[in-house]
């Protein structure tokens, strides 16, 4: 059986880049270095607002990404962020990592003034994790490829009642075409989640 973990959160630093390049791509195997690629452009084009480690000893064995979004509302552009990727070394996972760095991630969305931070991911995870159905608070998927219970949010205090509207990802997600999923593996998690 698993035991808690005893690893601790930190920011970043250049001298873990890459380790933590490393934890991303083991932790999504076949997609790793699609994702790894993917991040290593939001870093190049300044569009990270936060990144951190989960460290065990002197290993890196977590990593997550706050990087920048918009939230299309009928009065303005607000800025907000996205949670992604989130990664544990698979040696590591299911004894409270992941749970620390959404904690820690979320607590660093709330300091840098974002109303909501976004995310894609399995409602079973992130819902257990207090993430809700971004459609709970009016925000849409900035793609119909994202299933709307996949499409979750946080809502952090600077979050106001008319702050609804679509996320728009900025270019880079796109050029990666890495915003949701595509046919066939998005027939099969559309067949596994709840309307
Ligand atoms: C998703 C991911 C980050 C989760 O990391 P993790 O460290 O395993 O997450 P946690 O340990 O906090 O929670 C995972 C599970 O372990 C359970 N768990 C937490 N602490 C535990 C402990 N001490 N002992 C046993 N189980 C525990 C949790 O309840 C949770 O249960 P669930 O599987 O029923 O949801 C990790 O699996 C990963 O890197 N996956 C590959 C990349 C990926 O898909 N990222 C997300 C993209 S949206």
Known sequence: MSTRTSATVRPLTDADRDAAAAVVKEAFGDEGTTVVDLWADVV?????????????????????????????????????VVLSPLSVLPAH?????GRLLLAAAVAQAQQLGAPVVVLEGDPGYYGKHGWQPAATYGIEAPSLRIPRPAFQVVALPEHEPWMTGRVVYRDVWWEHDAAGLRDPLLAQVEMSLPD
Request: glycine share 12%; proline share 0%; no cysteine.
């Open 44 to 80: 190049a084009r300044g569009l990270v607002r936060a990144e951190l480690v989960a460290t065990d000893g002197d290993e890196v064995v977590g990593h997550v990404g706050l990087s920048h979004a918009w939230l299309d509302t009928r009065s303005e552009l607000v800025d907000i």
């Open 93 to 97: 996972q299911k004894r409270g990592v």
